[in-house]
């Protein structure tokens, strides 16, 4: 516990009272390189810890996850139906599994897009018609 005590008690006063820290404001102008060098680990320091405060503790730095997939396709309605016949199918057809297709229930290949934002792995379901 005494190096604990050491540290809190006299190098971190001693570090912070060795900055290089003007007494009024035209005092910044006349830092050299190595006062300004000197500034950089604390200022990074009350940074990074300023962020994270901010993201714990701020409710509007947090991504509000929704649980929405679907944020297109027939909204009103309770529950998505769709029903195709499987002779209306020439060869093949691919279903959109990712709800981004502007052609739904068809893909149109948006799943990339979502894939890439969201790191997810989504594809089509093609059905093919037997021969």
């Given at each position: 516990?005494?190096?604990?005590?050491?540290?809190?008690?006299?190098?971190?006063?001693?570090?912070?009272?060795?900055?290089?820290?003007?007494?009024?404001?035209?005092?910044?102008?006349?830092?050299?390189?190595?006062?300004?060098?000197?500034?950089?680990?604390?200022?990074?320091?009350?940074?990074?810890?300023?962020?994270?405060?901010?993201?714990a503790?701020?409710?509007?730095?947090?991504?509000?996850?929704?649980?929405?997939?679907?944020?297109?396709?027939?909204?009103?309605?309770?529950?998505?139906v769709?029903?195709?016949?499987?002779?209306d199918?020439?060869?093949?057809?691919?279903?959109?599994?990712?709800?981004?297709?502007?052609?739904?229930?068809?893909?149109?290949?948006?799943?990339?897009?979502h894939?890439?934002?969201?790191?997810?792995?989504?594809?089509?379901?093609i059905?093919?018609?037997?021969?």
């Amino acid at each position: 516990m005494q190096p604990v005590a050491h540290l809190v008690k006299v190098t971190v006063p001693d570090y912070l009272a060795n900055l290089p820290i003007p007494d009024s404001f035209g005092g910044w102008f006349r830092l050299g390189f190595k006062d300004w060098l000197a500034l950089v680990p604390p200022t990074a320091l009350a940074a990074g810890v300023t962020y994270t405060l901010y993201r714990a503790w701020c409710p509007k730095a947090r991504k509000v996850v929704t649980g929405r997939t679907n944020k297109a396709v027939q909204l009103s309605n309770p529950k998505v139906v769709d029903t195709i016949d499987v002779e209306d199918i020439s060869e093949k057809a691919a279903f959109c599994r990712c709800w981004q297709s502007r052609n739904w229930p068809y893909c149109d290949g948006s799943h990339g897009n979502h894939n890439k934002e969201t790191g997810d792995n989504l594809g089509p379901v093609i059905v093919k018609k037997k021969k």
